[in-house]
Nanobody, 123 residues
Framework: QVQLVESGGGLVQAGGSLRVSCAAS????????MGWFRQAPGKEREFAAAIRWSSGSTYYARSVKGRFTISRDNAKNTMYLQMNSLKPEDTAVYYCAARLGVNSDDRERYQYWGQGTQVTVSS
């Protein structure tokens, strides 16, 4: 069974940087795409970024493109989201997710989810 565990959330000032991690286990991820989603209070969970595990090809939401970078370390089975130039509107619980297949921005297409990590950006 695939398990995903996020870490690295916290409190940061606007304009600052933070990196969140997602440790993956219980599967062979070469055929998976991994994604980061986020959910702010009172809002729906929204797509942020995705990466195809085998090729490293990436896909970003317009709201984070140019500020966030998704990456993965094959040897550690860990995915990262480096977040720069953070804004208060980036405040949310950040979830990592995994799906068999290609990158997708549709949360319904992801089969596995982590428990989330809180990121708070103060103004």
């Amino acid at each position: 069974q695939v398990q995903l565990v996020e870490s690295g959330g916290g409190l940061v000032q606007a304009g600052g940087s933070l990196r969140v991690s997602c440790a993956a286990s219980g599967g062979t991820f070469s055929n998976y795409a991994m994604g980061w989603f986020r959910q702010a209070p009172g809002k729906e969970r929204e797509f942020a970024a995705a990466i195809r595990w085998s090729s490293g090809s990436t896909y970003y939401a317009r709201s984070v493109k140019g500020r966030f970078t998704i990456s993965r370390d094959n040897a550690k089975n860990t995915m990262y989201l480096q977040m720069n130039s953070l804004k208060p509107e980036d405040t949310a619980v950040y979830y990592c997710a995994a799906r068999l297949g290609v990158n997708s921005d549709d949360r319904e297409r992801y089969q596995y989810w982590g428990q989330g990590t809180q990121v708070t950006v103060s103004s």
